[in-house]
């Protein structure tokens, strides 16, 4: 299994989980956002997914691909358009072709709840139209379809992962959150609580704000994508994420009582 953006945030929870499995996990990362840290115990092929010669390499050597290598701040792709796309549909579509042409017949691909922009009821259904409202959000969503494409035309098995602000360290507590800078709502509360950060601001009143990620997702999302043993078929699937189904509202998220050692600290 390639984890490409492995030695990122969520990438580098999956590579652990994959790892723990069974699964032979490569990781694939330009260390941009990401942490050699993060990576250690692990294969790490430092590189761009622009690298197409790099790429082919890897991929040959592997059966499936779980893609978190992006760009990912909402704001930024506002301010500049330009290296959103770049990184997240340009080089992604790199990333998608190196892939299909080494053969490799499934691939997982990291998107956003961002790609169903301003929804008319929440908990957002899966159904939902996907109307992104920033070139993020545009972004993720031309990289969906480009899977559902390839899904029809090569019979490429695939998965799309829609989630919200993922948060959280892993069990043993060697992996947690590190984004330079920090724009989840989570880690901004905690460290507001703490004194360490800056006062929290919230824009708007009953937004939904958080998903939260069971520990067996990646399982549970390589299982569904690959359960026609292996064979390439319709059923490709773009599906809401692997949450608990238990998403909360960012003033109930703030109004939770820090615990009593947490405060001291
Ligand atoms: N963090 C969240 O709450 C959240 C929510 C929804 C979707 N996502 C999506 O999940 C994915 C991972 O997010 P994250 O929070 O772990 O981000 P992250 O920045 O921690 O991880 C991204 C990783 O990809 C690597 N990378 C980026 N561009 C690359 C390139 N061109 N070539 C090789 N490696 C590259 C970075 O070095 C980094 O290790 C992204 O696709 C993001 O859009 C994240």
Redesign the pocket.
Known sequence: MLV????????SHAARLLRKEGFDVVI????????ASLVHGFELVQ????DSERLSGVMRRVTAVM??????YVGESVENPRKYFR?NVE?GLLLLNAAIDAGVGHFIS?????VYGLPNTVPIPESTTRQPVNPYGVS?LFFEQALESYGRAYGLRFASLR?????GADEGGETGEC?IPET?LIPLALQAAAGTGDKLQIFGGDYAGLETLPHSWPITVTRRSFSSGGRPGPCTKSFQPPGTGCGIVKLRLVSVPLRKDLRQN
């Open positions: 490409v953006g492995g030695a990122g945030y969520i990438g694939y990362d330009n260390l941009s956002t990401g942490y590189g761009d997914i622009a893609h978190f290598a992006a760009h990912a990184n080089c990291s998107s956003t709840c961002a993720k989630y919200f602000n993922a948060a984004h989840h």
